[in-house]
């Protein structure tokens, strides 16, 4: 982790909307120290010690533990049981795994993996098609992987800060 400081004002307000506006039903308290701080090819938004947000191309993500501790309702992608160990190491989310989607995804969202059996989460990324695409394709990556269970961020992640 580099150059890590707290959020001045006007870029809190940002983080603030950005947050909001992707996952409308977290709900991050307006007295909660906000950090960001380089790591790997992310700036990552740090919310009360918590590494809970990955800012990249003016999308932001949640990691995996964050999808742990708010539970969003939203953008989520389920995949079959088939899908999971490649997500797992790294590969993107092809159609043809996918079982179900939240229809309000569009192309470029940023969106959560989850697996089909207990709905843990595996990965966050970028939506490469709409979600009712995803539903009904049967061919083409669908979702681009960016962070994913067992990467090294989730094991950077896994540890205190």
């Given at each position: 982790?580099?150059?890590?400081?707290?959020?001045?004002?006007k870029?809190r307000?940002?983080?603030?909307?950005?947050?909001?506006?992707a996952?409308?039903?977290?709900?991050?308290?307006?007295?909660?120290k906000?950090?960001?701080?380089?790591?790997?090819?992310?700036?990552?938004?740090?919310?009360?010690?918590?590494?809970?947000?990955?800012?990249?191309?003016?999308?932001?993500?949640?990691t995996?533990?964050?999808i742990?501790?708010?539970?969003?309702?939203?953008?989520?992608?389920t995949?079959?049981?088939?899908a999971?160990?490649f997500?797992?190491?790294g590969?993107?989310?092809?159609a043809?795994?996918?079982?179900?989607?939240?229809?309000?995804?569009r192309?470029?969202?940023?969106?959560?993996?989850?697996?089909?059996?207990?709905s843990?989460?595996l990965?966050?990324?970028i939506?490469?098609m709409?979600?009712?695409?995803?539903?009904?394709?049967?061919?083409?990556?669908?979702?681009?992987?960016?962070h994913h269970v067992?990467?090294?961020?989730?094991?950077?992640?896994?540890?205190?800060?």
């Open positions: 982790m580099k150059n890590r400081h707290v959020v001045g004002n870029e307000k940002k983080y603030f909307f950005m947050i909001k506006d996952f409308p039903d977290i709900d991050i308290p307006s007295k909660s906000m950090e960001i701080a380089k790591i790997e090819d992310f700036d990552g938004l740090i919310i009360d010690n918590s590494v809970d947000f990955l800012v990249a191309n003016n999308s932001i993500l949640l995996i533990h964050a742990s501790n708010y539970k969003p309702k939203t953008r989520w992608v995949v079959d049981e088939g999971i160990r997500i797992v190491n590969a993107d989310v092809m043809p795994g996918i079982v179900d989607a939240d229809k309000d995804i192309k470029g969202y940023s969106v959560w993996v989850r697996d089909e059996k207990h843990t989460p990965a966050s990324g939506a490469l709409d979600g009712s695409e995803m539903i009904k394709s049967s061919s083409g990556k669908a979702v681009k992987n960016l067992g990467d090294t961020l989730w094991k950077f992640f896994s540890k205190s800060l």
